[in-house]
């Protein structure tokens, strides 16, 4: 196959420490590439007005597949006082960069796959009966759409009044119309029938193909009849074509409740953004936490691969690194399943299972302690000393 180029977008902090690291790793399973850097951040929209460059946006349209690191966002009023003099006033708005490629580029699918490394001393563990430890191994992937719902943009505070007068023929807006209309601040939560059957149709492929026996569509549909309802109704159609897998509902609130009693229980979960979001970091936190939850984003023609966690800007400065790499690893790991790279994948998770079950390599998260220069000589390894260490595993 001819060499395949991937953007690399390393973006603020500690996306620049750890994206470099996983493209060590590529580079040693023997994964032919050519990185191209492509520019995202905060910088960006500083100098430019723009933290998503029109030339990043060419960059994956042309090449399709893309890492990113992470990125440094601040609130309104700070966007505003560091954007270069030159640009002040001139109407630019910050946005979030990370969530633009996903508009952009239609990256509807988010998957999360939160999967327990045995000897990980971050583990959930729990009592069970008559004081036993118990420690489930959690293996659930999250399907979250990635584009609609909550975080879709649609909001106002002050409505106009074509969107006030349009709410008020609403029964249920009676209660809010003795509000100031200033004092409303009104979010959307607006879902699609085609992304809602594109993300649980991605979540029952994922089960049938890797074996999970269910998929638990995580929603509140006896509340949020409309949006939540279509999402358990679009799943119990398309469960119909996956007789080997089984379509389990449950409501979010309920499901957070349940995290850490049955974590084993669960296999695919698909849930609309929000809900998405929260189900995801809760189980991530089940299995390690930041320095180890991964993810993708994925369209119909472009994917970006990132770790969940943020740029930690704290730890940018470090002169020696000490942010946990495996996260941003895991996630060049499902950029090379998507492109049929599968073999590779799984030399280099193997890898990462040996270094965290040996226990002699463990980054400052792993020997939960709290970050600071110091770790090192506490007996931490360094961001490089952990790629280090995977890639002798890999050999
Ligand atoms: P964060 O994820 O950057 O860091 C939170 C804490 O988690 C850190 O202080 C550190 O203790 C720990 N941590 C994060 N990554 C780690 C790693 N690889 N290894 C070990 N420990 C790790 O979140 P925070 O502090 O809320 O946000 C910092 C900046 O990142 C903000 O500007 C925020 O907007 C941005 N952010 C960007 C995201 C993205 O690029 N996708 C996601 C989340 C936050
Ligand atoms: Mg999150």
């Known amino acids: 196959m001819s060499k395949r180029t991937i953007v690399s977008m390393p973006g603020d902090g500690i996306g620049k ?3 470099p690291e996983a493209i060590r790793v590529l580079n040693a399973v023997g994964f032919e590439a050519d990185y191209v850097h492509a520019d995202i951040g905060w910088e960006f929209w500083c100098q430019e007005g ?3 460059p029109q030339r990043t946006l060419d960059l994956l349209e042309e090449h399709k597949i893309g890492l990113f690191g992470a ?5 309104k009023a700070e966007a505003a006082a560091e954007l270069d003099p ?13 969530v633009g490629l996903r508009q952009h580029f239609n990256l509807d699918i988010c998957i999360r ?4 490394f045995k000897g990980n001393p971050l583990n959930f563990i729990r009592k069970g009966r008559g004081d036993t ?6 293996d659930v992937v999250v399907f979250r759409q990635n584009t609609e719902g909550l975080y879709s943009g649609v909001e106002w505070t002050n409505p106009p009044d074509q969107v006030y007068n349009a709410l008020m023929t609403h029964p249920q807006m009676k209660k809010f119309a003795s509000a100031p209309r200033q004092e409303l601040a009104i979010s959307t939560r607006i879902f699609t029938k085609k992304a809602t059957e594109r993300i649980v149709r991605a979540a029952f492929e994922h089960a049938r193909e890797f074996g ?7 929603e509140k549909p006896n509340v949020i009849r409309e949006t939540s309802g279509m999402m358990l109704s679009v799943s119990k159609q398309i469960a119909r074509g996956y007789a080997d897998v089984a379509l389990w509902d449950t409501n979010i609130d309920a499901q957070m409740m349940w995290l850490t009693k049955n974590p084993e229980t669960y296999g695919v979960i698909v849930s609309g953004n929000m809900f998405g979001d929260i189900i995801s970091d809760g189980f991530a936190g089940l299995v390690g936490g930041l320095g180890f939850a991964c993810s993708a984003n994925i369209g119909q023609d472009v994917a970006v691969f990132e770790p969940t966690h943020g740029s930690a800007p704290k730890y940018a400065e470090y002169q020696t690194p000490i942010v946990n790499p495996i996260a941003m690893i895991l996630s060049a790991c499902m950029m090379l399943d998507h492109i049929g790279e599968t073999e590779k994948a799984a030399k280099i998770r193997g890898a990462i299972a040996r270094v965290v079950e040996e226990g002699q390599v463990r980054t400052y998260d792993m020997m939960k302690l709290p970050g600071s220069p110091d770790v090192i000589e506490q007996g931490a390894a360094s961001t490089t000393q952990m790629t280090d260490a995977i890639l ?3 050999k």
């Open 50 to 52: 723009n933290p998503l």
């Open 392 to 394: 002798e595993r890999l």
């Open 71 to 75: 990125i440094t966002s601040k609130p």
């Open 133 to 138: 430890i118990e420690e489930p191994e959690v």
């Open 86 to 98: 030159k640009l002040k006033d001139k109407g630019y708005v910050y946005y979030s960069p990370i």
């Open 113 to 116: 796959p939160c999967r327990t």
């Open 17 to 19: 420490t750890v994206l």
């Open 212 to 218: 999970y026996k269910s998929v638990t569509v995580c």
